[in-house]
C-alpha cells in the first residue's frame, strides 16, 4: 500500500488553469497504476483520467477529454492532473488513486477500483 497526498486545489475563475499533484509515499510507486476521481457533493464519485505505471498509457473520462492532461513523475513519486480550461461543473473533490492492478485490468474495471486513496484536494469553478 501505498499513503497519497493530493494538493493544487482551489478557487478559480472558469476558464483557467490549475494543477493538482498527488505524492505518493513508497518505493513502489513506479508499479502502480494511478487515477484521478472526482466528487461533486450529492453526487457520486467520478474517474477523471488514469495513468499506466511507465506513463505510456493514458485514459480520460470523455468530459474531461482534451482539457485535462494527467501525467508521472515515478523519480519524484508524483502524479499529476493539468487541467485547463475549467468549468463550474468541475468542482468537486478530486481525490487520487493507486493500485497496482495490471493497466489493462484497471481501465476495464473503470470507475470501480481498489487499492489507495488520498483524501483529496477541493476544485471550486466560479462562473
Known amino acids: 500500500q501505498v499513503q497519497l497526498v493530493e494538493s493544487g486545489g482551489g478557487l478559480v475563475q472558469a476558464g483557467v488553469s490549475l494543477r493538482l499533484s498527488c505524492a505518493a509515499s513508497g518505493r513502489t510507486f513506479s508499479r502502480y497504476a494511478m487515477g484521478w476521481f472526482r466528487q461533486a457533493p450529492g453526487k457520486e464519485r467520478e474517474f477523471v483520467a488514469a495513468i499506466s505505471w511507465s506513463g505510456d498509457s493514458t485514459y480520460y473520462a470523455d468530459s474531461v477529454k482534451g482539457r485535462f492532461t494527467i501525467s508521472r513523475d515515478n523519480a519524484k513519486n508524483t502524479v499529476y492532473l493539468q487541467m485547463n480550461s475549467l468549468k463550474p461543473e468541475d468542482t468537486a473533490l478530486y481525490l487520487c488513486?493507486?493500485?497496482?492492478?495490471?493497466?489493462?485490468?484497471?481501465?476495464?474495471?473503470?470507475?470501480?477500483?481498489?487499492?489507495?486513496w488520498g483524501q483529496g484536494t477541493q476544485v471550486t469553478v466560479s462562473s
Open positions: 488513486n493507486a493500485d497496482r492492478d495490471l493497466w489493462g485490468d484497471y481501465v476495464t474495471r473503470l470507475p470501480r477500483v481498489f487499492g489507495s
